[in-house]
């Protein structure tokens, strides 16, 4: 069974930074799809950055680039976000998602199937 666990959330005050991460387990393909999806209190889930197992690709959302970097170390199954320059609206909850394929990397979150229990970041102003 396909799961998916984060940490490394907190409170940080603006410009502040800090690192998620997520641990794979279950999966039994190489070829998924990777990444971070965060909701913010009373709106949606936005896409924010994601990572190609197969080819090894990223892909970020405009409000995090040059921000936000997602990395990966395919020895422990583990995809990080590090996160620079904190602002107060980046402050929601973090979900690490997935998705078995390759091609394009979709930033809508319908497009993932598997999901982690979140973890809480709050930046402070």
């Known amino acids: 069974e396909e799961q998916l666990v984060e940490s490394g959330g907190g409170l940080v005050q603006a410009g502040g930074s800090l690192r998620l991460s997520c641990v794979a387990s279950?999966?039994?393909?190489?070829?998924?799809?990777i990444g971070w999806v965060r909701q913010a209190p009373g709106k949606e889930r936005e896409g924010v950055s994601f990572?190609?197992?197969?080819?090894?690709?990223?892909r970020y959302a405009d409000s995090v680039k040059g921000r936000f970097t997602i990395s990966s170390d395919n020895g422990k199954n583990t995809v990080y976000l590090q996160m620079n320059s904190l602002k107060p609206e980046d402050t929601a909850v973090y979900y690490c998602?997935?998705?078995?394929?390759?091609?394009?990397?979709?930033?809508?979150?319908?497009?993932?199937?598997?999901w982690g229990q979140g973890t809480q970041v709050t930046v402070s102003s």
């Open positions: 998602a997935a998705v078995y394929g390759h091609g394009l990397l979709q930033l809508d979150p319908a497009w993932y199937d598997y």
């Open positions: 990572f190609s197992r197969g080819d090894g690709s990223t």
């Open positions: 279950g999966f039994t393909r190489d070829d998924y799809q």
